[in-house]
């Protein structure tokens, strides 16, 4: 009975994840008009780390984890690679094409996380996760269409989704390796704060603005890409794992390219293209091969 309930749990986190990340480059789209793309990528980061905070320190303390300078220094490496590289090239890419063809995209990190995890952890490349990234990047090439693009999308946009996908595979693995000490979660909100920290304070000797140009009347849209999209998201996403499994979780990113389409549809009226309907139904297969390794 416990176990059908807890399976009942991760199903609703899974679709509230799968939904709340889906919402994501709609909701940045928007936002951008008002906000510098530097500002809005560190404000949004250093929201959704404060609103995961309690329930890391919490986390912690379940876990009755100490941390060292040594993590603290190693978050910081992850939070400033994450926040600084890989969620600029992320906010660039939302800015520059359509935000469906960035939203499915960007779903294809856990591809990329697969690959570089082959080098720097232990789990290794198979033949079924060569041919699942093989399919998956046929099915990149089909949405991308770089032979006759899509209205709305660009060559540059494209290029700044498939960098964001790429690097934010390599800083999903390379925090496989301190994951399991610290936890998803504490992992995550704090890098995410010393990450947009960092980014607000690059931000401001740039001379860009920081804190300027925040008013009532964008503030709600702020608040929803840092408590929703980026707080609330990650909490659903790391509570299927704590309930479920990791390749639960990652179910998350094999409904997001089958939803933010249609949000986009609704909302923006982007319209739904063929080539993006052959892709997404390419990699949801090249994402099943994947999954299906980890059934038990």
Known sequence: ????????QVIIYVLLGAFTFSTMEVALKLSGASFDPLQLTALRFLIGGLCLLPMAISGLKKRNVKLTGKDYGYMSFLGIFCICVSMLFFQFGVMYSNASTSAVVFSCNPMFTMLFAHFLTEEKMNQRKAVALAISLAGLVVIAKPWDLAPGNTFMGLFMSL?????????????KKSIGKIGGLPQTSISFIIGGTALLILTGCMGRPTFGGV??????????????????????????IELGSAAKGS?????KPMIAPVIALLVMKEPILWNTVVGVIIMAVGSYINMSGNKK
């Not at 960098?163 to 925090?175: C, D, E, P, S």
């Not at 009532?216 to 659903?236: C, D, E, H, Q, R």
């Open 215 to 240: 008013s009532l009347s964008n503030l709600l849209p702020l608040l929803y890409v840092g408590v929703v999209v980026t707080g609330m998201g990650y909490l659903f996403y790391f509570k299927a």
């Open 1 to 8: 009975m416990k176990e059908k309930s807890n399976n009942v």
């Open 163 to 175: 960098m964001a996908a790429v690097t934010f595979g390599l800083y999903t693995a390379l925090g």
């Open 251 to 255: 179910v998350v990113f094999f409904l």
